[in-house]
Nanobody
Framework: QVQLVESGGGSVQSGGSLRLSCAASGITWSNSCMAWFRQAPGKEREGVATIDMYNSTRYSDSVKGRFTISQDKVKNTLFLQMNSLKPEDTAMYYC??????????????????????WGQGTQVTVSS
């Protein structure tokens, strides 16, 4: 049974940094595609970044150059390092995962229907 548990959210001022973690259990890294999504109040859920089993990464334009997704396959943990945070980054952040049938993430990786497993989320609030 796959379980994803996020942590590391909090409140920071604009320009600050946070590192989110997602502890994964019951998974195999074979054919894995891991991702971070976020959802602000009144807005649709948005794909932020994704990483495949070969550590190939992709980012949304809104976070490119500021956020870094990574994974530790020994500790079964997904990370999101967020730097130069802006008030518009305020949202609930979710960890998501899917496994196969291919050994790469879907072309439309930013679509939430591409991921079968989801965590409960961790809140990030950035004040100006």
């Amino acid at each position: 049974q796959v379980q994803l548990v996020e942590s590391g959210g909090g409140s920071v001022q604009s320009g600050g940094s946070l590192r989110l973690s997602c502890a994964a259990s019951g998974i195999t890294w074979s054919n894995s595609c891991m991702a971070w999504f976020r959802q602000a109040p009144g807005k649709e859920r948005e794909g932020v970044a994704t990483i495949d089993m070969y550590n190939s990464t992709r980012y949304s334009d809104s976070v490119k150059g500021r956020f870094t997704i990574s994974q530790d396959k020994v500790k079964n943990t997904l990370f999101l390092q967020m730097n130069s945070l802006k008030p518009e980054d305020t949202a609930m952040y979710y960890c998501a995962a899917d496994f196969g049938p291919y050994n790469y993430c879907a072309a439309d990786w930013w679509e939430d229907y591409e991921y079968k497993y989801w965590g409960q989320g961790t809140q990030v609030t950035v004040s100006s």
